[in-house]
């Protein structure tokens, strides 16, 4: 039954294709576009993500008592600490080439905001810079394929300007507030990757 109802879907995706003539400005974002190599490997590297969040926020918990990002809200107002959107990626209005976008733009932020925090504390600093790198890593797997798409932008997006943290307590609570972004930024990319990996 599986293998009709794929062929169905294909069809059915070909002839909406063909509805929908390619623009210059928004050209057709077709999933099928995406291999299921990349996906897998985003996803995994999503899940790597949040275990090194979810570590780095337990010890910031356990050591220093910071286990509620909402209390620092205001102090994270007054640091300005950026949030990214993945308005671009709902599956129920996807646009693919948009949505990497944001992805990768987003990323690339939370590279810039975890090297802010260099210097957090010595026992925090190891956490930090692993989440870093895998951070960097998964920004650079998104990049390639929207370079093998013929969708990245001539230039590299800028991270603009970071937060400055002129206190340990401040570098500790931007800790929890960037950490929490982060995981709340990876779970909405994990559910779109998720989407498009479906068979």
Sequence with gaps: MAGPMKLMALQLLLWHSTLWPAQEASPLDPASSLPQSFLLKCLEQVRKIQSDGAALQEKLCATYK????????????????????????????????????????????????LQALAGISPELAPTV????????????????????????????????????????????????LVTSHLQSFLKLAYRMLRYLAQP
């Design 129 to 176: 810079d692993m989440l870093q790198l895998d951070v960097a890593d998964f920004a650079t797997t998104v990049w390639q394929q929207m370079e093998d798409l013929g969708v990245a932008p001539a230039l590299q997006p800028s991270q603009g300007a970071m937060p400055t943290f002129t206190s340990a307590f401040q570098r500790r609570a931007g800790g929890v």
């Design 66 to 113: 910071l286990c509620h990002p909402e209390e620092l809200v205001l102090l994270g107002h007054f640091l300005g600490i950026p949030r990214t959107p993945l308005s671009s990626c709902p599956s129920q209005a996807l646009q693919l080439t948009g949505c990497l976008s944001q992805l990768h733009s987003g990323l690339f932020l939370y590279q810039g905001l």
